[in-house]
């Protein structure tokens, strides 16, 4: 019933907005280290939580110990986008969804084909000098001589353009997610607790009637919803568009 419904909404909307967590792309094979236990060994032996390891401050102060965890956990180049992802290009190209808002910084919305898709986090696809701003891809990254990429301009640190616990999100994709949000007819949720803010604040942007939150696990804002499916976002997606390209 609920997905009959979501497929009817979908079909009558015009300006639809995604809005994504880490869940989106657990069915690429890519986890989600809030769902486990959060606690990982640094090289000395002293147990880091998830928000340590991926602090400003630890990548200040301990370069070598974030790179060997985040070349190991944060970069999976062989995956691929799933039926979300592909879902959600085709209704970009069918003129109906008008923005991707993001928290994950895998690049796979691109990858399937997505244009607009504002990434509050950042990607690894893109990285930086920290002293001369020379910019690099993942792969200069990846294939380093050293742990630690360093600039072969000006031996500065080469860092992620992505969002580390301790710093603010980029300001210019909150603001276009904000207005995408506000101008939307429909907003659709998916494969995100609704727990960490700013991300989470979006949520009370949106003033339309056709709010729907997909999500294996209840949110805080369930109760806010139009409507509400605990099932696997890409079956839901892949499903909807079918029915809707149907009825069209």
């Given at each position: 019933m609920s997905l009959a419904k979501f497929s009817s909404m979908?079909?009558?909307s015009e300006r639809v907005v995604f809005l994504g967590g880490a869940g989106v792309s657990t069915e690429s094979g890519?986890?989600?280290f809030r769902s486990q236990v959060g606690l990982f060994k640094t090289r000395d032996e002293q147990a880091c939580s998830l928000e340590r390891l991926l602090s400003h401050s630890f990548f200040i102060r301990y370069p070598d110990e974030f790179y060997k965890f985040y070349k190991s956990k944060m970069i999976h180049l062989k995956a691929k986008p799933n039926r979300a992802h592909l879902a959600l290009?085709?209704?970009e190209?069918?003129?109906k969804v008008k923005a991707i808002i993001t928290q994950?910084?895998?690049g796979l919305h691109q990858a399937a084909g997505?244009?607009?898709v504002l990434e509050l986090h950042g990607s690894i696809h893109r990285n930086y000098c920290m002293d001369c701003r020379e910019e690099y891809t993942i792969e200069a990254v990846i294939n380093s001589e050293v742990l630690v990429p360093l600039c072969s301009n000006c031996n500065g640190i080469i860092r992620p353009d992505v969002t580390l616990y301790e710093e603010p999100l980029n300001s210019e994709a909150m603001q276009r997610a904000s207005e995408h949000i506000r101008d939307?007819?429909?907003l659709i949720i998916g494969g995100t607790s609704l727990l960490v803010n700013p991300a989470a604040s979006l949520v009370s942007l949106y003033n339309g009637d056709r709010l729907v939150i997909i999500n294996q696990s209840p949110?805080?804002?369930?109760d806010k919803a139009n409507i509400v499916i605990n099932d696997s976002l890409g079956r839901i997606l892949e499903s909807a568009v079918s029915k809707a390209s149907v009825v069209s």
């Open positions: 979908l079909h009558g890519i986890p989600d290009a085709k209704l190209e069918q003129g994950n910084i895998d997505s244009k607009n939307a007819d429909m949110t805080p804002y369930d």
